[in-house]
DNA sequence: GTCTATATTCTGATAGAC
DNA sequence: GTCTATCAGAATATAGAC
């Protein structure tokens, strides 16, 4: 039992637990033993709270689902902010999230392939996106450069991947940089404000 | 036992199922039974080729790390080669490779996580790139640029988040773009012009 | 609500016949 | 080499005392 457990209630350590194992974990990884244990409380009393590892592991999805999509639903459907401006928020809001929670996409991309039927995910992130204030911004964005528009999924990928696969596959970027933890975390803060230099001029070359 | 089996060992039977399903699902959520099925022979014959899950597990992360890296390998290296002609073959190879395997990169990536004692790849990876050919070549071009010249490691996050994301995070971009299995591939096809030209317009805003 | 003890199921691995 | 049957241990889940 950890400091943090202090002044929670027994849910509530449970869930803190659960949230920490499966998404450093993932699911096929995760033994209720080891969260009941981090919980500080008995495997008994998680069963008595959430009746299965599934039910459990099903919170945590969601949870996880929405705090990935929190970013990016409030910035994009936004009228009133330039195209610049939600590159910026986007992957500054993201650069942030993923400094705090460097396993998110991983647990996510990763689950959501093994356990589709769980992928309540894939209408709201389309909803959210499809025929927002964003797309439309980069299709006129996409036509003001030079010739042929691209695929806006391009756009998508390429800011996405930039974004997100630092995090992903930090441990072998640690090692081919030579660098540590905070020279990292350093190079993700110089991203918060190049990646969208880095967006616009390649939609300049579209 | 599917066609492909007909005319293997066994011991190539059980190799290949092996390969197909811990790269699918990863370690933990793999069953040698599942192998063995899959394979179209007894479980108990697993063990007799090869004595354990790990040993069996072993083999084909090594196998998918060495494939994963003979992409760079040959390039990175070449001294005859300019960088533009580097970063189209990177591209090129990488989603041609990706494209008959996506799997692979979701599997080595958390594997790599899970199991760090494993990672005979860091040193590999370091090797091959650190004072390689291409890390030159980049650091030129990252001078040539406006002004401030970036760390070259935001180059190797652009190129390979470009590159491999699209694979990792397929699912939700089908579901994104409202496109099928083969329109992605035509948009990876596009990828492998497109990367290297936009990989040239972010060096220039350096 | 919380614990200990136990039931139940699953899974990796082996024994032994052929 | 290959199979069936089985074991041993692990992991999820529950029973029942407090």
């Given at each position: 039992m950890t400091a943090k457990n202090i002044d929670k209630s027994t849910?509530?350590?449970?869930?803190?637990?659960?949230?920490?194992?499966?998404?450093?974990?993932?699911?096929?990884a995760t033994r209720t033993r080891d969260?009941?244990?981090?919980?500080?409380?008995?495997?008994?009393?998680?069963?008595?709270?959430?009746?299965?590892?599934?039910?459990?592991f099903d919170l945590i999805m969601m949870e996880n689902l929405h705090q990935f999509m929190a970013v990016v639903k409030e910035i994009v459907n936004d009228q009133n902010t330039s195209l610049d401006k939600k590159l910026e928020s986007i992957a500054a809001n993201y650069i942030d999230l993923l400094t705090e929670q460097p396993n998110l996409p991983l647990f996510i991309l990763t689950e959501m392939r093994h356990h589709?039927?769980?992928?309540?995910?894939?209408?709201?992130?389309?909803k959210t996106l499809q025929?927002?204030?964003?797309?439309?911004?980069?299709?006129i964005a996409a036509k003001e450069g030079k010739g042929v528009a691209q695929h806006p999924l391009h756009l998508i990928m390429n800011l996405m991947g930039m974004i997100i696969f630092p995090f992903i596959a930090s441990p072998i970027l640690l090692a081919i940089g030579d660098i540590n933890d905070n020279e990292f975390k350093q190079l993700m803060l110089e991203?918060?404000?190049?990646?969208?230099?880095?967006?616009?001029?390649?939609?300049k070359t579209s």
């Amino acid at each position: 039992m950890t400091a943090k457990n202090i002044d929670k209630s027994t849910e509530e350590k449970i869930i803190t637990a659960a949230r920490k194992v499966f998404t450093e974990k993932g699911y096929a990884a995760t033994r209720t033993r080891d969260i009941a244990e981090v919980a500080g409380i008995n495997l008994a009393l998680l069963n008595y709270y959430f009746r299965s590892k599934e039910k459990l592991f099903d919170l945590i999805m969601m949870e996880n689902l929405h705090q990935f999509m929190a970013v990016v639903k409030e910035i994009v459907n936004d009228q009133n902010t330039s195209l610049d401006k939600k590159l910026e928020s986007i992957a500054a809001n993201y650069i942030d999230l993923l400094t705090e929670q460097p396993n998110l996409p991983l647990f996510i991309l990763t689950e959501m392939r093994h356990h589709p039927q769980k992928l309540v995910m894939n209408m709201d992130v389309k909803k959210t996106l499809q025929g927002s204030a964003l797309m439309k911004q980069l299709a006129i964005a996409a036509k003001e450069g030079k010739g042929v528009a691209q695929h806006p999924l391009h756009l998508i990928m390429n800011l996405m991947g930039m974004i997100i696969f630092p995090f992903i596959a930090s441990p072998i970027l640690l090692a081919i940089g030579d660098i540590n933890d905070n020279e990292f975390k350093q190079l993700m803060l110089e991203r918060k404000k190049l990646i969208p230099i880095w967006i616009k001029a390649i939609l300049k070359t579209s």
